[in-house]
């Protein structure tokens, strides 16, 4: 399954997140995997409709989407020569589908800064130098290789032309992923720095409200997404009751857990949205790439359904909650007969016709 790498500094907040994350797991019963590796948690993706469709449907239960999380130790300024754990923890990246870097924001002077100081920019561009310096070190091998491939070969110039041009752009210091390059051509060189990148940034809980404070953090990012959260509140929260975690989240001044919105962001960072199937026995959120056609869509439920696909019975979350039952949104036109062109939307909900 596609998997989030929780990367940053040491003492900035990864373990305290990452425990977080993986205690405020629903889904042990549904993920029996989840526990498997220490450092990789499978979390439910927190989606207020479920609850909603299972309202209607009367369904027994509820199965959110999940998305794992890997927790990535061991990050040094000197990881990409092999500092610290530096080898293994560039190919624990490498397995990671995308990459969450935390960086503190946090003020308290009891906690150490391995540099002394608490500087978000200099924190992120600490860390993405690791990375680039380890991608270039993977180029500079490839390239020879490439050019000798690409004289005996047509077909292998067009990854040699992109190896060198991530190559110059790595050398201005820039991520591949922040320069938006095609990253087809470059998959096979397994570069760490054309994933997806996601940031959280662990602040003081008197800083969730101050919105100023926020934009200049969110700028440093800028075009990848920004979460803010202060992870020793999340980790309260987790072991409070219902009624006392949201008084404590109304005292910060937010409506909801840092982590949900994490999760949420997470899980588009991975390119990923969901479908929703409902009916007596379950309210499911199932887990699509985006872009995914209809009989895509029903293989993830089953391989069986993809191949015998008929038709989509498919009704949008807003026009089913509005007619309040299936029903209703039949008699209103609402509920739509799709085929198998039809590019899947955030939020249908769905029933599928197949041969068996
Ligand atoms: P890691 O090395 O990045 O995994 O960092 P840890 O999660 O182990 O946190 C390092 C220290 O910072 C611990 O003593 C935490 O209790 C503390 N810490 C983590 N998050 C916060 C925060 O949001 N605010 C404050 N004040 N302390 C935090």
Redesign the pocket.
């Known amino acids: 399954s596609l998997t989030l790498g929780i990367v ?12 977080a994350l993986t205690k405020n797991d629903v889904l042990a019963a549904n993920y029996p995997f989840a526990t498997i590796e220490p450092n990789v948690g499978v979390v439910g993706v927190p989606d207020e409709r479920l609850n909603a469709l299972a309202k209607i449907f009367d369904s027994q239960k509820i199965v959110p989407a999940a998305v794992s999380f890997v ?1 990535i ?1 061991g990050l040094v300024r000197g990881a990409s020569t092999g500092q610290g754990r530096g080898n293994a923890f560039l190919a624990n990246i490498r397995e990671a589908s995308a990459i969450c870097q ?1 960086i ?1 924001a ?3 002077p ?2 150490v800064h391995v540099d002394g100081k608490v500087s978000p920019a200099d924190d992120m561009e600490t860390i993405n130098t690791e990375l680039i310096l380890a991608d270039l070190q993977t180029l500079e091998k490839a390239i020879p290789r490439l050019e000798k491939e690409a004289r005996m070969k047509k077909d292998r110039v067009p990854v040699l032309e992109a190896a060198k041009a991530a190559s110059a752009v790595l050398d201005g210091g820039t991520t591949l992923y922040a320069a938006g390059v095609d990253v087809e051509p470059l998959r096979e060189l397994s570069l760490l720095t054309v994933k997806p990148f996601l940031y959280v940034f ?4 008197d800083e969730l409200g101050n919105a100023s404070f926020l934009d200049e953090l969110r700028a440093l990012v800028a075009p990848a997404e920004a979460v803010f ?7 309260e929260l987790i072991d409070l009751p219902e009624d006392e975690a949201r008084e404590l989240l109304e005292s910060v001044g937010q409506d909801e857990p840092g982590l949900n919105q994490l999760i949420r962001v997470g899980f588009r960072t991975l390119g990923l949205q969901t479908y929703l199937t409902a009916g007596p026995k379950e309210a499911r959120a199932w887990t699509i790439p985006i872009g995914a056609t209809a009989p895509e869509a029903a293989g993830v439920i089953h391989s069986d359904f993809q191949r015998g696909f008929i038709k989509a019975e498919v009704v949008s979350f807003e026009d089913l909650t509005a007619a309040g039952s299936m029903q209703e949104a039949r008699s209103r036109g609402r509920v739509r007969m799709e085929g198998k062109d039809y590019v899947m939307q955030d939020g249908d909900v769905v029933e599928f016709r197949f041969n068996v």
């Open positions: 940053g500094l040491p003492n900035v907040g990864k373990s305290t997140l990452f425990n927790d130790a935390v503190r946090f003020s308290d009891n906690v662990n602040v003081d809980e959260l202060d992870a020793k509140i999340e980790s």
